[in-house]
């Protein structure tokens, strides 16, 4: 089943699927270090989870930009919008690479996206429109160290359900390190799970 298709049918259960991730999402946006009426990125949003945090940390004078190719996940996040009311929330239907992305954003955030932190033209493009000394954060799977087999497991059977492909777990963050310099790098034992954050320079990669 192709990960389109997946998409499509979890959706209506996909905020429970999460559900147990939701420290290490807290975690990755507190690395963001938004301030009110900062303009911030949500790279591949799906149904919209990370929207209240980010909502919170920009204020109602502040912008969030959220990009979701699913059309069945954009649209849990544009109710969840409409339930909140939050008129400060731009919602993109679009592939990461292709989003119609306007300005220079503060912050972007890349959670649970391996196939975005994959793709170096969908990495180039949202670097382009976030300003020098803006803010990314990324959190994801990784490989465990081998001794971890249970971790290995875990990411084994999250990744052919959820990623286009396995390659790149042991260093997923590398591509986007390699376009905005060094990240700050966290695996919390027994690993499986990483957050990696950074501050962009002048002298980034373009």
Known sequence: MSLPTQYRWRAPFYDLELAAFEPWRHAGIVALRLAPGEHV?????????????????VGPRGRI???EPSGEMLERARRRVARQGWRNVELLQ??????????????????????????????????????????VAAVGLAWAPPWALLSNLFVLGAGLY???????????????EALCGPLALRQPLPGGIFIASATLGHDRQE
């Open 162 to 176: 959820s990623v286009s492909s396995l390659q790149g777990l042991d260093r997923p963050w590398a591509k986007l």
């Open 41 to 57: 990125l949500d790279l591949g949003c799906g149904t919209g989870l990370s929207l209240a945090l980010l909502e919170r940390g």
């Open 65 to 67: 930009t959220a990009v």
């Open 94 to 135: 679009a592939p990461a690479a292709e989003a119609a992305l306007r300005g220079q954003a503060d912050a972007a955030l890349f959670h649970f996206t391996h196939d975005i932190l994959q793709d170096e033209a969908a990495l180039r493009h949202v670097l382009a429109h976030l300003r020098p000394g803006a803010r």
